[in-house]
């Protein structure tokens, strides 16, 4: 067993030297096929295995958690396809303006902005090292695994956040994640003030 699974191993551990410590031979109170009970357990850690593996977090799981739980605080950028016009806003729908605040921006999404049929996401490198943190996946690793997505193209820049809005200039040093927009994207379109 591997040191991931050290609580199987000390439960299953556990299970053995009970079936042995009950038998005749030592607190005489109970005699348990311990053969069969070892078999059983193999199995299970076999089972435990197989599915541990089918649900490995990836990188992507990693972005998507982020992007998920902060889309709320990411400045959204799109192009009104009536008015031709750059609409900005925050991903609640909020204005932005000179009020806003560092603390309140983990994100910026660029819809078909900079190239047709594209969205592109920008996360402050240091925002994005600690939610790795926090999920239990390594930076690089995380960098790794993004950076070979079938239609991602990533690259590392330094960054104003609020580029061609109303807020104030966040400059800091962002992951940008471009991917082609597919079929099954369902972006939400909230209404918006005019930026």
Known sequence: MSGDERFWAAGCGAVVAGAILASGKYANIVDLPVAEIMNSLRKLVEKARKVVR???R???DVLNAFIRDNYGSFVVLRVDPERRE???HLGTGQAIDQSITRNKVMGRVEH???KIGHV???IEEQVLKAHCVAMSF???RFRQQISNVPGYVVQ???KDMMARTKGPQMRVRAMSITRPITPD???EILPVERS
């Open 54 to 56: 089918t649900g490995a």
């Open 58 to 60: 990836t990188a992507e």
């Open 86 to 88: 750059l609409l900005a």
């Open 112 to 114: 078909q902005v900079s």
């Open 120 to 122: 592109e996401f920008f």
């Open 138 to 140: 390594g930076y690089d």
């Open 156 to 158: 590392f820049m330094r």
């Open 185 to 187: 994207d369902d972006f």
